[in-house]
């Protein structure tokens, strides 16, 4: 579907058009004729009826400006630019035509409102011969069950979709006039082919008008009727509003776009044929299967109409964040589940043979964004509900292609391990996300994937979209990182999975390893010599309990607030602290901070603790390098605890900061400068002058400051409050949703002063 495209506009002393003519005063025909009335859109509205009780009736309610039964009355006066808009049911339209025959003036458009597209060009063939230049065929998709002159509203068409589908003939000037027409009434213009016009039309409204006709008729048999419409309710009334629709327009609907409706129709029933046999058969997995895809899809629909991302918050545009200055922390937190943990639940609980069940899935965004993608190729998946999760695997092989590409949305993890295990299916597929994820680096994995003999297409520069060709039979590689990079190394085992024979990752340094793990505890072979894993392709996974815990990336905001605010003490519960994720702990110990882990277990594979945090004093150090990776997502946070130390802070080899979510160390020395504190950036690091010589008193001034919707960067500015001196605000905070979505609730109920906007 294209836009029509042909801005035309409107200029404000004169009409658009001359006079309007409406042949057929309904609902359709009389909103348009209010709504241009209203815009001024045109000089006079003339309505044609064939009651003459309607004519009156229109012209008393202003509908139009005088009002005759017989267009052959009025046709003579009409002059260039006027416009005739037929808006009779279906059927009918032909017998307008004629009387049009020989008799239009030139220069006047033609246009119709049919809600089938291919019996009007027949009938113009009918009629003319041909498709003549002066007809654009249309279709305004603001129905409803109402009907006639009196439910005509001037707003009727605002924010409405008008489809033109015109024909090769059809004079451009004409279609021009008419996208202008319907534009003044505040309508978006399409243009599409006619038989695509007529078989989406088919599917999204000509077949729930014959459902809903069908199930009310069909109650309405029932010898208990009166019971049933007494006790119908909610989803009875919702489901059937359709069925008080035109009668007359419908069945001439259904006769004229009878073959694509029958299309409909079979498929459907076929549907409807297996969930009658799921329920006779009780096969209650057949059952979820379809309500859940059918509750993703409608979920997903409510949420693209209303241009509305997954959750809630990042509904609005603009968040900001204002955190005041001084308090402390304290009390007993849960932060939400491991992100690297989640997505690769979701991932492997779907190429699984049975049904996974996972507990403390992160509902974020960036984790939802996975799970989206897997529905989208097929996968049932329930929930979430509080961080539970029902996975029904569908085996190494049984994903679908999804209908369009996939939409990671800000979630660089999704993005690159989901290319490694579509570059082993069967089906192409097209990876996007939103801005900053689009100026991410994506070589990094679509080169190891081409070696195994995948076909990746990037975007420019080596960025989003990715382009993945499926069918190609892959083949193991020995694959040394070049940057320590677990995104990079999960993807190419996951590619692994689907390959000839033995890939091996071998790391420059050691990375989070959730994938290994994650594989093995869904039985899954990965042999692990030092910085070395392989695996073998062609094996199977099998379904599993997962536990997530909370994420250590997340609660290491509350790691530095209690460290650094003076008074504080919080106790962290159940937070992974697996050793390629605990760099932050160690880091901020070397610098002094009071942490101690409590209650040390192993859940399903994975180390936990409770982590005890107390307010000490800080003391700069120099990082030790081979703590980066283990703290890669941490440094926001870190370099506000370095602010807040006496001495000075140097990290160095951390390059990689630079093409996460925003470049992380310019974004950090950016603020933290706007906020007095000396942070000198570096090509791999940066140089903070902390500013802790006095423990209690404020290291940071206020100030306006730029997350660049980066969720970690907003929440280690939110931090740094504790230790300022007027508010600070923060910019572009949204998505803090994808990582994060309570930071502000928990913030706030342990003791920090964060307002929302
Ligand atoms: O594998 C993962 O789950 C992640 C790996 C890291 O990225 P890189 O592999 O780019 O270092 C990290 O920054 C990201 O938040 C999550
Ligand atoms: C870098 C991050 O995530 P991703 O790469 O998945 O966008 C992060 O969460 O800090």
């Known amino acids: 579907m294209v836009q029509a495209g042909t801005g035309s506009g409107q200029e404000a002393s004169e009409p658009l058009i001359g006079r309007l003519v409406i042949v057929g005063i309904g609902l359709i025909g009389g909103s348009l004729a209010l709504g241009l009335k209203a815009a001024s859109g045109c000089r006079e509205v003339i309505g044609v009826a064939r009651r003459a009780q309607t004519?009156?009736?229109?012209?008393?309610?202003?509908?139009?400006?005088?009002?005759?039964?017989?267009?052959?009355?009025?046709?003579?006066?009409?002059?260039?630019?006027?416009?005739?808009?037929?808006?009779?049911?279906?059927?009918?339209?032909?017998s307008i035509f004629s009387q049009l025959?020989?008799?239009?003036?030139?220069?006047?458009?033609?246009?119709?409102?049919?809600?089938?597209?291919?019996?009007?060009?027949?009938?113009?063939?009918?009629?003319?011969?041909?498709?003549?230049?002066?007809?654009?065929?249309?279709?305004?998709?603001?129905?409803?069950?109402?009907?006639?002159?009196?439910?005509?509203?001037?707003?009727?068409?605002?924010?409405h979709r008008i489809i033109l589908t015109p024909d090769e003939n059809t004079g451009l000037a004409h279609t021009r006039r008419i996208q202008g027409m319907w534009?003044?009434?505040?309508?978006?213009?399409?243009?599409?082919?006619?038989?695509?016009?007529?078989?989406?039309?088919?599917?999204?409204?000509?077949?729930?008008?014959?459902?809903?006709?069908?199930?009310?008729?069909?109650?309405?048999?029932?010898?208990?009727?009166?019971?049933?419409?007494?006790?119908?309710?909610?989803?009875?009334?919702?489901?059937?509003?359709?069925?008080?629709?035109?009668?007359?327009?419908?069945?001439?609907?259904?006769?004229?776009?009878?073959?694509?409706?029958?299309?409909?129709?079979?498929?459907?029933?076929?549907?409807?044929?297996?969930?009658?046999?799921?329920?006779?058969?009780?096969?209650?997995?057949?059952?979820?299967?379809?309500?859940?895809?059918?509750?993703?899809?409608?979920?997903?629909?409510?949420?693209?109409?209303?241009?509305?991302?997954?959750?809630?918050?990042?509904?609005?545009?603009?968040?900001?964040?204002?955190?005041?200055?001084?308090?402390?922390?304290?009390g007993d937190l849960r932060v939400p589940g491991d992100k690297s943990m989640s997505h690769r639940s979701i991932m492997l609980g779907s190429l699984a043979e049975g049904v996974t069940e996972v507990e403390g899935f992160l509902e974020g965004e960036d984790a939802l964004a996975t799970l989206q993608s897997f529905r989208d190729m097929g996968v049932v998946i329930e929930g979430p509900v509080n961080g539970r999760v029902t996975i029904h695997g569908v085996g190494l092989h049984g994903l679908q292609a999804p209908p369009g590409p996939l939409y990671v949305g800000n979630s660089g993890t999704s993005m690159r391990l989901l290319a490694g295990l579509l570059a082993g299916q069967q089906f192409d597929t097209v990876l996007t996300g939103d801005e900053s994820l689009s100026k991410r680096p994506m070589n990094r994995v679509a080169n190891p994937l081409r070696e195994m003999g995948a076909v990746v297409e990037t975007g420019e520069e080596g960025r989003p979209p990715l382009k993945i060709k499926g069918g190609n039979s892959l083949k193991a590689i020995d694959y040394a990182l070049p940057m320590a990079s677990a995104q990079v190394k999960s993807c190419v085992l996951l590619a692994g999975l689907y390959a000839d024979g033995e890939t091996s990752t071998t790391e420059p340094a050691p990375t989070r390893d959730h994938t290994e793990r994650m594989l093995s505890g869904f039985g899954y072979e990965v042999l692990r010599d030092g910085p070395r894993a392989s695996l073998k392709g062609g094996g199977k996974l099998t379904a599993c309990q997962i536990d997530v815990p909370a994420d250590i990336s997340s609660a290491t905001f509350f790691m530095v607030a209690a460290s650094i605010a003076p008074g504080s003490d919080v106790l962290l519960q159940h937070v992974g602290i697996n050793p390629t994720r605990d760099g932050a702990i160690n880091i901020l110990r070397a610098m002094g901070a009071d942490i101690t882990l409590e209650n040390r277990r192993e859940v399903g594979g994975e180390p936990v603790a409770d982590i005890r945090v107390r307010y000490a004093p800080l003391k700069g150090i120099n990082i030790p390098e081979d703590q980066v990776p283990l703290a890669i997502d941490e440094f926001p946070a870190i370099f506000v605890a370095a602010s807040c130390a006496e001495g000075k802070t140097v990290l160095t080899g951390a390059e990689e900061l630079r093409v996460k979510e925003s470049d992380r160390i310019q974004a950090m020395a950016d603020g933290l400068q706007i906020l007095g504190v000396d942070a000198e950036p570096t090509a791999d690091g940066i140089v903070i002058q902390g500013k802790g010589g006095n423990s209690d008193g404020a290291v940071f001034g206020g100030g306006v400051v730029d997350s660049?919707?980066?969720?970690?960067?907003?929440?280690?500015?939110?931090?740094?409050?504790?230790?300022a001196s007027a508010d600070i605000q923060i910019l572009h905070c949204a998505n803090v949703a994808t990582s994060f979505p309570n930071f502000a609730e928990l913030a706030t109920g342990a003791g920090m002063k964060l307002v929302v906007r």
Request: charged letters at 20%.
């Open 55 to 94: 004519c009156n009736q229109a012209v008393a309610l202003g509908v139009v400006d005088r009002a005759v039964t017989d267009i052959g009355e009025i046709v003579g006066e009409l002059e260039v630019g006027d416009v005739v808009f037929v808006a009779v049911p279906t059927l009918a339209v032909e």
């Open 708 to 723: 660049l919707g980066d969720h970690r960067i907003a929440m280690s500015f939110a931090v740094a409050a504790l230790r």
């Open 101 to 159: 025959k020989d008799r239009l003036p030139a220069g006047v458009t033609l246009t119709d409102g049919a809600s089938v597209k291919g019996s009007v060009i027949a009938a113009a063939r009918n009629v003319w011969g041909q498709v003549p230049e002066f007809l654009v065929p249309g279709h305004p998709i603001a129905g409803s069950e109402q009907s006639g002159v009196t439910a005509a509203r001037d707003d009727l068409y605002i924010a």
């Open 183 to 330: 534009e003044a009434v505040g309508a978006e213009v399409l243009s599409m082919p006619v038989a695509e016009h007529d078989e989406v039309l088919a599917a999204t409204s000509h077949l729930p008008h014959v459902i809903a006709y069908g199930l009310v008729d069909t109650l309405a048999h029932d010898a208990e009727n009166e019971n049933i419409f007494r006790y119908a309710a909610g989803g009875f009334r919702d489901f059937t509003r359709i069925a008080s629709s035109d009668p007359v327009m419908w069945r001439d609907i259904m006769l004229a776009n009878r073959d694509a409706i029958l299309k409909s129709i079979d498929l459907y029933t076929s549907n409807l044929d297996s969930l009658r046999n799921a329920i006779a058969s009780g096969d209650s997995e057949h059952l979820m299967g379809v309500f859940t895809r059918a509750k993703a899809a409608r979920d997903h629909f409510t949420t693209m109409l209303a241009k509305k991302a997954y959750t809630e918050t990042m509904q609005a545009k603009e968040v900001t964040f204002v955190a005041q200055p001084g308090g402390s922390v304290n």
